[in-house]
């Protein structure tokens, strides 16, 4: 069964700490994974990452993926409050041929838990 | 603007009674799918579509329905609402054949008493 862990679940920090954030996952026919960043509603999307070692950044994030090791983390450097969100992982694997589906497989996504980042002032 | 639609975005019902929730998307992606958002359980897939007339289940699919008449339109219909499927829903798009993220609407909150 595929599997996806996140940690730490929670964490509280100050601005301008610098957090690192875990996704563990098992799947089969791992295809990608990504990040999302959840405030009050809709997930928005942060990164996707293909290949080991190859770190994605933007701004103050970046993200790394190790394939072999079958994980990634989500850093975010001088945090700041705008920064407090749920941040979830989700890797992507192809699915299993549906049989109505004129032979196409397509990628899944399976969502961590997440990780309740909290930045104080 | 790129988006995903969903409506409504809250509605309390009584169980047993009949809905359905709508999705959008202007996108022409060819996948769609829906979630369902519970605490401590994180985002877990309920139907996807990955073309016109072409849906399959996804992880919780009991209770549930969906059709996809429409490349941007994926309805998602609980003909026999129940308390435990009181949750937040997302409906999410993406064009999968080149492998780009999911483009998630703005959820709908659904409470059935």
């Known amino acids: 069964e595929d599997k996806v862990v996140q940690s730490p679940l929670s964490l509280v920090v100050h601005e301008g700490d610098t957090v690192t954030l875990n996704c563990s996952y098992e799947v089969t026919n791992f295809r990608s994974l990504l990040w999302y960043k959840q405030e009050k509603k809709a997930p928005t999307f942060l990164f996707m990452l293909t290949s080991s070692g190859i770190e994605k950044k933007s701004g103050r994030l970046s993200s790394i993926l190790d394939k072999k090791e079958l994980f990634s983390i989500l850093n975010i450097t001088a945090t700041q409050t705008g920064d407090s969100a749920v941040y979830l992982c989700a890797p992507r694997f192809r699915t299993a041929t549906p049989t109505n589906a004129g032979g196409t497989s397509y990628g899944k996504l399976t969502f961590g838990q997440g990780t309740i980042l909290t930045v104080h002032p | 603007e790129a988006q995903v639609t969903q409506n409504p975005r809250y509605l309390i019902t009584v169980t047993g009674k009949k809905l359905t929730v709508t999705c959008s998307q202007n996108?022409?992606?060819?996948?769609m799918s829906w979630y369902r958002q519970d605490p401590g359980l994180g985002l877990r897939q309920i139907y996807y579509s990955m073309n016109v007339e072409v849906t399959d289940k996804g992880d919780v699919p009991e209770g549930y329905k969906v059709s996809r008449k429409e490349k941007r339109n994926f309805p998602l219909i609980l003909e026999s609402p129940s308390p435990n499927q009181t949750s937040l829903y997302f409906c999410?798009?993406?064009?999968?054949?080149?492998?780009?993220?999911?483009?998630f609407g703005d959820g709908t909150r659904l409470s059935i008493l």
């Open positions: 999410a798009s993406s064009n999968e054949l080149r492998g780009q993220p999911q483009h």
């Open positions: 996108m022409n992606h060819e996948y």
